[in-house]
């Protein structure tokens, strides 16, 4: 070797092995991970929005009239397409949620909550938040375990547990004689009469921003409208249907006046957070099926312990 050639020092072993564990290791994630880019989305076509709410609607009634057993399939269906939408959009922002257990739990609570009741509902509840921390206990998703299993369970809780109540109040057992039906209906009907006049009177004349940081196109105007709209159609439409009485059609119109605005506002705030602007793509003009019935999700537990006071 030459004298003036350049000697290089060598690495230790240890060192070596520290740095390629670190290369190999995958990135954290961030408490916030930060979003992927969603490209702009047009305006909504109103023509078709009308169809597609027209189509849904008419499913929804056709399954109503065909009895319980169809209604628990449709919302079967529905809530577990919902939870897959959510999952979705956590996978873009670059969390891992334990989608598999999410897709066999929550069919198997609203399965479980319409033939063994509240108590089953629980038992598969428990079960798949055990589940999902032995799912990163033992290794199936390593990485971020505390960030994962938080929006894992969250998005169960949310979509799956407050979902679930429709199935509580098909219950034959505890509601006989398709009266689950009937209050499943009408809370339903109210719930859609508060988006639509929302919608409605926040497009006429809304003025007033309700929420601007969480939800900036809706307003106080839309709010009103929609919670007016929804108790006169709880009044006018609900009471047509036994066994809800006048009394009982203004305690759930008011119900879904309080409730859907929250649920609505919820969405909007993750929405917002995971810097997307619809849950999902299948309903044309819509968004996806998480963005129907966001409002809905927290009128069906309310609605739930309603009926228990006065059915008896």
């Known amino acids: 070797m030459p004298a003036d050639s350049p000697v290089k020092p060598r690495r230790s072993t240890r060192a070596a092995r520290a740095e390629a564990r670190a290369s190999s290791a995958p990135a954290p994630l961030p408490a916030h991970a930060p979003a992927l880019p969603v490209p702009a989305t047009a305006r909504r076509n109103p023509v078709v929005a009308s169809v597609t709410g027209l189509a849904i609607g008419f499913t929804v009634l056709l399954c109503f009239k065909l009895g319980p057993p169809v209604v628990l399939g449709l919302v079967t269906v529905a809530l577990t397409v919902s939870i897959a939408e959510c999952y979705q959009v956590l996978r873009r922002n670059r969390f891992q949620p334990a989608v598999l257990l999410g897709l066999l739990a929550v069919p198997s609570l609203a399965v479980a909550g319409y033939l063994k009741g509240p108590q089953a509902f629980l038992l598969v509840a428990a079960a798949y938040i055990f589940a999902t921390m032995c799912w990163y206990l033992f290794g199936i998703t390593r990485r971020s375990p505390t960030a994962n299993i938080g929006v894992s369970v969250a998005a169960f809780l949310w979509v799956g547990m407050l979902?679930?109540?429709?199935?509580?109040?098909?219950?034959?057992?505890?509601?006989?004689h398709r009266h689950g039906v009937a209050y499943l209906l009408g809370a339903m009907e109210a719930t859609v009469a508060y988006d639509v006049g929302g919608y409605a009177f926040g497009s006429w004349m809304g003025a007033h921003k309700l929420a601007p940081r969480i939800s900036p196109n809706k307003t106080w105007e839309g709010l009103l409208g929609g919670c007016v709209a929804a108790i006169c159609v709880a009044l006018a439409v609900t009471t047509r249907m036994a066994p809800w009485t006048w009394p009982h059609a203004l305690e759930l119109g008011i119900v879904v006046a309080v409730f859907a605005p929250l649920g609505d506002l919820v969405e909007s705030m993750i929405k917002r957070d995971l810097k997307v602007k619809d849950m999902g793509t299948l309903l044309p003009a819509h968004g996806g099926l998480l963005d129907r019935v966001?409002?809905?999700?927290?009128?069906?537990?309310?609605?739930?312990f309603l009926v228990r006071l006065f059915h008896g």
Not at 163 to 176: C, I, K, M, S, Y
Not at 294 to 304: E, G, K, N, R, S
């Open 294 to 304: 966001d409002a809905l999700l927290f009128v069906l537990p309310a609605t739930y």
């Open 163 to 176: 979902g679930g109540f429709a199935v509580l109040l098909l219950d034959p057992t505890a509601f006989p």
